[in-house]
């Protein structure tokens, strides 16, 4: 690490853009974050590009204010964003959960926030931000010699793809799409289980397991067949119920663990496919269960762990890790990819 006085030269900043707020870090040249908590703002990502960016403008000049930073200093921003997106951080024409206001299809995020702020902006997509900030945490001095793949479960499964310190973008940005890939069925549905649907179109993928809409209309549905006294069967919505299903989990509820046992095993079967494809030095898992109580999150990685079938020579190295501060990972992951660009001073 360089001395405080040249470690301060210039700095990237990080804009981690969500559905309701944008959380934003800002990364000196000797890879140090300033803040050390979340700084955040409302993204009013609804109101529409044109009043999105201006919220992303503030977001920066009100981080750089709460950590004391001169804002000539700053030499690149990284902007992370839920997709779909292309690799150039075009928003998908068909819009996207996050992106409904019509004038979002097609937009170009990345060129309008460079164009506004007048500085480089690198593009990550959300899934892609965390894979690379759990990276640099897990591996530290080494990441530049290491890999790793990541997944994200939240309303779909995001993932990304690190090897040797960089993300793997894919030549239209679509690398490591890996909700989206069929996982083997043998074995894991029940015998009068149907094969679970995924919005994008195909059934038994990783996320039609892995993914809140997952449990919301395919893993909840199903297992309440077979629990039909259990409270959820009472709830006013299958979305609402799916939303409590980690809670009773965490409470050691039976049916609560038969579904996330059956998503474990998916996401298993997924790591086993990776394991043979890019076999990784390490298998990160993200999103809301990483705040889960302990035990059951825990309990939840072992199980991944157990359903994933390594290589005994493959097991001797892989590890299996949870990817941390998952509030900060978007933005700081996003900073990552901003410094990687600019490199080193
Ligand atoms: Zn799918």
Not at 4 to 25: C, I, M, Q
Not at 29 to 46: C, H, N, T, Y
Not at 98 to 108: A, E, I, L, R
Not at 186 to 200: F, I, K, M, S
């Amino acid at each position: 690490m360089s001395d405080a006085g040249t470690s301060r030269d210039w700095v990237v900043v990080g804009l981690d853009n969500g559905g309701t707020t944008n959380n934003a870090t800002v990364l000196d040249a000797s890879g140090r974050f300033l803040p050390d908590r979340m700084i955040e703002s409302p993204s009013l990502v609804k109101e529409g590009p044109a009043v999105a960016i201006e919220a992303m403008v503030e977001a920066l000049e009100n981080v750089l204010k709460t950590t004391g930073t001169d804002q000539t200093t700053v030499r690149a921003v990284g902007l992370d964003t839920p997709g779909p997106a292309t690799a150039e951080g075009v928003i998908s024409s068909k819009g996207a959960t996050n992106f409904v206001h019509p004038d979002w299809y097609g937009y170009d995020v990345r060129t309008a926030l460079e164009n506004r702020l007048e500085l480089p902006v690198v593009y990550s997509n959300d899934g892609n931000a965390a894979a690379l900030y759990a990276h640099h945490v897990h591996f530290g001095a080494l990441s530049p010699e290491r890999s790793s793949l990541a997944v994200i479960i939240g309303t779909g499964l995001g993932a990304g793809l690190v090897e040797s310190g960089r993300v793997i973008r894919g030549a239209a940005g679509m690398a490591a799409e890996l909700g989206h890939v069929s996982i083997p069925l043998d074995g894991l549905l029940e015998a009068d289980q149907p094969v679970p649907r995924c919005n994008c179109g195909l059934s038994g993928d990783a996320e039609s397991f892995a993914s809140l809409t997952g449990i919301e209309k395919n893993l909840l549905p199903y297992w309440l067949t077979r629990y039909p006294d259990h409270e959820l069967a009472r709830a006013e919505s299958l979305a609402k119920a799916a939303r409590l299903v980690r809670g009773y989990g965490e409470r050691g509820d039976p049916m609560a663990r038969r579904i996330f046992e059956q998503q474990a095993a998916a996401i298993g079967r997924l790591f086993t496919i990776a394991s043979n494809f890019t076999d990784p030095h390490a298998y990160f898992l993200g999103g809301g269960v990483v705040e889960a109580q302990p035990q059951f999150r825990d309990w939840y990685l072992a199980s991944v762990q157990r359903y994933t079938a390594l290589r005994e020579e493959q097991a001797r190295v892989a590890r299996f890790a949870l990817v941390p501060d998952r509030d900060m990972a978007g933005a700081r992951g996003a900073a990552l990819a901003a410094l990687d660009m600019v490199g080193p001073p």
